[in-house]
């Protein structure tokens, strides 16, 4: 009998690679330091700067044991490594341990930071309500509420053009949490939503999130991470 073929290694380069934004820790104190992937090749992982708006990297030192976590729209991925190397400007060569990355959900479902408009269903003849989204997961969503009118507990009925084509995808939702401030927030749950709606709300999350990515491999502009999406004119979904 033939040996097994050995682990296929595209599953870890879809969680990290080239331009990505980490999370170092180390696990003695843990001290965390946000880096970017510069390279990758196989188990080497090369990320610069080691540690932003610093000249210099903590005291770390080469050998020691590193927690790199990755956070991605499906969940956060948490990998063993080793420094090997530390440049005096904060680059630094990790080395991944052979061990499959654990997967955490620390939330039930990854939110994303997005600039979307979302319609709140009104009364026949009364004039349409749009509110801005502050972030979005799987489950739920933060918008801005600057005329109070989300009342908490309270049921409405909400609406995302976050079709392939801006479709209108039509949602139930209760207001879970109302933070009053500068700025009044509300933070909404999709309550009862069917599972169709769910995947579309994850396949959108992935879209954005690689829209993100690429935007910041091009030219490193942080705003990428935010999408702006018309809604004049919605279609609305079935």
């Given at each position: 009998m033939s040996a097994p073929p050995p682990p296929n290694p595209l599953p870890r380069a879809r969680i990290i690679g080239p331009?990505?934004?980490?999370t170092l820790e180390s696990p003695a104190d843990g001290t965390r330091v946000r880096a970017r992937i510069a390279r990758r090749s196989g188990q080497e992982v090369l990320?610069?700067?080691?540690?932003?708006?610093?000249?210099?990297?903590?005291?770390w030192t080469g050998g020691m044991p590193v927690l790199l976590r990755a956070a991605r729209p499906f969940g956060l991925f948490v990998y063993q490594a080793r420094l090997a190397?530390?440049?005096?400007?904060?680059?630094?060569?990790?080395?991944?341990?052979e061990t499959r990355p654990r997967r955490r959900q620390l939330r039930g479902y990854f939110r994303m930071p997005v600039r979307l408009g979302v319609m709140l269903e009104t009364e026949p003849g009364e004039p349409t309500v749009i509110l801005r989204a502050r972030n979005l997961s799987g489950s739920g969503i933060l918008v801005f509420d600057p005329e109070s009118r989300l009342i908490p507990q309270s049921t409405v009925r909400i609406g995302l053009p976050i079709g392939n084509s801006g479709e209108l995808l039509r949602l139930p939702a209760r207001v879970v949490r109302v933070q009053d401030g500068q700025t009044r927030r509300a933070a909404l749950w999709f309550d009862g939503i069917s599972e169709g709606a769910r995947q579309m709300l994850l396949r959108y999350l992935v879209r954005q999130h690689r829209r993100a990515q690429q935007g910041r491999g091009r030219d490193g502009d942080k705003t990428g991470t935010v999408c702006v999406l018309p809604i004049e004119r919605p279609t609305e979904r079935p």
């Open positions: 331009g990505q934004v980490v990320v610069h700067p080691f540690c932003e708006g610093h000249h210099h990297a903590p005291e190397e530390i440049a005096p400007d904060g680059t630094a060569l990790l080395r991944l341990d």
